[in-house]
């Protein structure tokens, strides 16, 4: 960036207020008000200090957003500076800079915890983009730490994250339905955080202190999941050893929540009709009835009125489930939380690989905003932790992002017209292809992949072995 083009920037962002503050640690004159002209010039509100006890005693009075620092500082020198300051402020980004701009160096620094390295003299424009790039980070970082904070004072939220107008009437419709006793029905696509929901509706209601019971209605076969719900007696059925309590009576006084609720028969429908109006039930192969305190959030991705009309679910049924509903957003209709839910699975894949929390680049975010997200934040959550486990380094670049998601992938490329493939043949294989493909961001988890079609599991199997699709071992990606 030429002289002409700094001077001709404003000081101030277009509303007025600052673009950052920035604390510049160099011993040398000349450097820090170098550095400080460029970043006023670009809307930072900027300090300096000439020795790293300065800085800390400055760090000690008032926050920063970014701290440049160099490394070869008399006395103290700029890694053991880095530490004071990290011991200080674990998130706050620092930017080395150094004449000795060697490998081992850029290793020590960042090995540190060091948001980037840069070595005199600089580029202009790599380092302010460096500068704006850490700056938002820190500021993402800040905003959902005071969200979280604010949003645990109000209500009991621990692991949702949003800030987007859909989501804060999520939290406010929770607020208001959690200490009720009424059923709560949960509405949304595959992966928009249901369970989640559910959990901090029960964390949120009188019965906090006691069971909250998931169960996924749609991953059992019926007379097994009758079993687990309602509990059998010894001999009921060949397998019954000895008798066993259901997860209604394990849910006593609690909360059971039924997930994937749709996909359950009209024979447990009924069964779970009763609990509801008469709060008893019978084990399998029992004569005794059960009375329990139990209160049913369920939850499903499915249109229950459709399946109503089609006679696939049961209408009592579904008023009495459909007391409160609540529909979650996906994804796509809440973007300006992406960045925000980038940072928190970065931080919690970081910390479960034991490596210090790498930032995303712009254009590595910038895709992640474009995204359609049709697996919502379980997809981005899962795009999130791959590329934490792949990289090697402090930051996330758009190669360790799926080709999937970057629009590069080729996999859905259609036959050649010209080529002697019937009209059937080519069907067969482009559904072949879509299926592999949503498989494999499933983690070939078929239960997913069929609530991301929207098709029952069997469907789905039925296609996998009439197309011959081999199921891949699950397995961390």
Sequence with gaps: MSEAAVITRGVMNANGSAAGSVLIIDDEAEIRESLQTLLEMEGFEVETAESGEAGLVQMAERTYDLVLLDLALPGRDGMEILSEIHAHDSRLPVIMITAYGTVENAVRAMQSGAANFVQKPWDNEKLMADVRSAVARRKAEEENVQLKRALKQRYNFENIVGKSEPMLKIFDLVGQVANSRSTVLLQGESGTGKEVIAKSIHLNSARHDKPFVPVNTGSMPHDLLESTLFGHVKGAFTSAIASKKGLFEVADKGTLFLDEIATMGLETQA????????RRFMHLGGIQEIQVDVRIIAATNIDLRQMVREGKFREDLFYRLNVITVELPPLRQRKEDIPLLVEFFLKKYAEENGRP???????????????SWPGNVRELENVIERAVVLSSGPEITMDLLPESLMGRSSSFTLHDPASDASLFEIVEDV?????????????????????????????LNQKIRRLNIEIKKKGRM
């Design 431 to 459: 559904e072949k292809r879509i299926i592999t493909d949503m498989l494999e961001r499933c983690n070939w988890n078929q239960t997913e992949a069929a609530e991301r079609f929207r098709v029952p599991l069997s469907t």
């Design 271 to 278: 069964k779970i009709l009763r609990v509801l109006q008469d």
């Design 357 to 371: 929390t790498p930032r995303v680049l712009p254009e590595a975010l910038r895709p992640l905003m474009a995204y």
